[in-house]
Nanobody, 115 residues
Framework: QVQLVESGGGLVQPGGSLRLSCTTS????????MGWYRQGPGKPRELVAL???????KYADSVKGRCTISRDSAKNTMYLQMNSLKPEDTAVYYC?????????WGQGTQVNVSS
């Protein structure tokens, strides 16, 4: 399996932006799917954005138009650009990768949206 290291979380005011990064120890081309999930206080973990190798990116309805998922193969890094952040976006954000035989999660990065 691989190691996933997330960064970029923090405290931001409503309406602000953050860019989360997830750097993998393996080539991103080895993954069937890569994405971001989040878990807010007292809530179940939910999908935020997902890239499947044979398809385009998919987004949760709650973040469509505000978030963009992207990858940099040269850096083996995946990003989540989040704009127009809302208090309800407060959560721990997890990087996720999947191959045909296993999947792996990052340790999570905290995002707090508050004035």
């Amino acid at each position: 399996q691989v190691q996933l290291v997330e960064s970029g979380g923090g405290l931001v005011q409503p309406g602000g932006s953050l860019r989360l990064s997830c750097t993998t120890s393996g080539s991103i081309f080895s993954f069937y799917a890569m994405g971001w999930y989040r878990q807010g206080p007292g809530k179940p973990r939910e999908l935020v954005a997902l890239i499947i190798s044979s398809d385009g990116p998919k987004y949760a309805d709650s973040v469509k138009g505000r978030c963009t998922i992207s990858r940099d193969s040269a850096k083996n890094t995946m990003y989540l650009q989040m704009n127009s952040l809302k208090p309800e976006d407060t959560a721990v954000y997890y990087c996720y990768v999947q191959t045909t035989s296993w999947s792996s999660w990052g340790q999570g990065t905290q995002v707090n949206v508050s004035s």
